[in-house]
């Protein structure tokens, strides 16, 4: 496949100045740059057209449209898209420069009609931004269920993924739900008979612009989402998906023991949290290895909080519509 037959879709909300870098990072990409980038603006206030006109040596369409979610805008984008192949990125991420040699790469000798790539870190970002990317990423923290390794049936998710042009008609790409419409669209592709891959040399330094609070608001929405997939797509529901609830939930067990005198089950949480702490020390700094312990905790927290919760909810209202119960996951 030629780069020429590849567009770029990106949705933005209100947030020039991640344009203005991830626009730069394909400056420096090494190579011909003969692709489409497609700009969608998602309804903003602060746009980003001003941006653009800096990239004269980029190919690039920009569109602005009322604010319907970031699925929505990707779906847009891809309608009006000259490509017959999309990578669709989020506005926080740069572009390591060799990535579209390893996309294409991929695309040639290990083709499918939709692709997930893995996130890094980069050694400018701040330590927190760090230490987020490990928590979302390693495998003493996930299971490297958002990429790390080569995994058949893989769930793509939207900050670096491809998917074919032929694969997006046949499915109509993205929901409603938000977060959940990329590995939502993934599970549909799949029933309809496409496959999805990782391509575990494919990354992207994903920049991620969150505190503590919006962080913990995230992943708690992540844990909802899960849930209600779960619901919508049965044969896709997996006991590792419990975990963070379960942890959760013997980590408030634990505590309550201490008081009793029974603290073997606290020490294995100290255990692990020395490993979390070990391991992203070595692989950053002492200070990330710190924020590491605080950002998996979180995690675990925000996730398992989520997950059980809209468990519960679906189960104690069947006769309730999901969009009713959650109201916030759902764009219009």
């Known amino acids: ?36 980038i497609l700009i969608v603006e998602d309804g903003s206030t602060n746009r980003c057209n001003y941006i653009i006109k800096k990239y004269d040596d980029l190919n690039i369409s920009y569109y602005f449209k009322e604010n319907s979610g970031p699925g929505d805008s990707r779906n847009y984008g891809m309608s009006v898209a000259k490509g017959c192949y999309f990578i669709i990125l989020d506005s926080d991420c740069l572009l390591p420069k060799n990535y579209t040699e390893i996309l294409k790469k991929n695309l040639s000798d290990n083709y499918s009609d939709c692709f997930g790539g893995v996130d890094d870190s980069h050694t400018s970002f701040n330590s927190f931004q760090k230490a987020v990317s490990f928590s979302m990423t390693s495998f003493i923290t996930t299971g490297h269920l958002r990429g790390g390794e ?32 990329d590995p939502d669209l993934s599970i549909r592709l799949k029933n309809l008979g496409f496959s999805t891959k990782l391509y575990n040399k494919l990354k992207v330094y994903h920049k991620r612009r969150i505190s ?33 609830s379960l942890f959760l939930i013997l980590f408030i067990i634990s505590v309550c023991l201490l008081s009793v005198g029974f603290n073997i089950l606290f020490l294995l949480y100290l255990i692990y949290f020395l490993l979390v702490f070990t391991i992203s020390s070595f692989k950053n700094n002492l200070l990330v290895g710190f924020l590491s312990i605080i950002t998996t905790f979180v995690q675990f927290l925000g996730y398992g909080y989520g997950f059980l919760l809209s468990f519960l909810s679906i189960n104690i209202y069947r006769n309730k519509k999901i969009q009713d119960i ?4 759902f764009f219009k």
């Open 1 to 36: 496949m030629h780069l020429k037959d590849i567009s770029f879709i990106i949705p933005v909300y209100n947030r020039p100045n991640e344009i203005d870098e991830l626009l730069n990072s394909f400056l420096n990409l090494k190579g011909l740059k003969d692709f489409e």
């Open 150 to 181: 080569n995994s058949k049936n893989f769930q793509p998710r939207s900050f670096n993924m491809g998917i074919s042009k032929v694969a997006f008609e046949k499915s109509k790409g993205f929901g409603k739900i938000h977060p959940g419409e």
């Open 212 to 244: 503590i609070s919006s962080f913990f608001t995230q992943v708690y929405k992540f844990g909802i989402a899960r849930s209600i997939l779960n619901n919508w797509h049965p044969k896709t529901k997996k006991i590792i998906y419990w975990f963070p």
């Open 326 to 329: 959650f109201p916030k996951m």
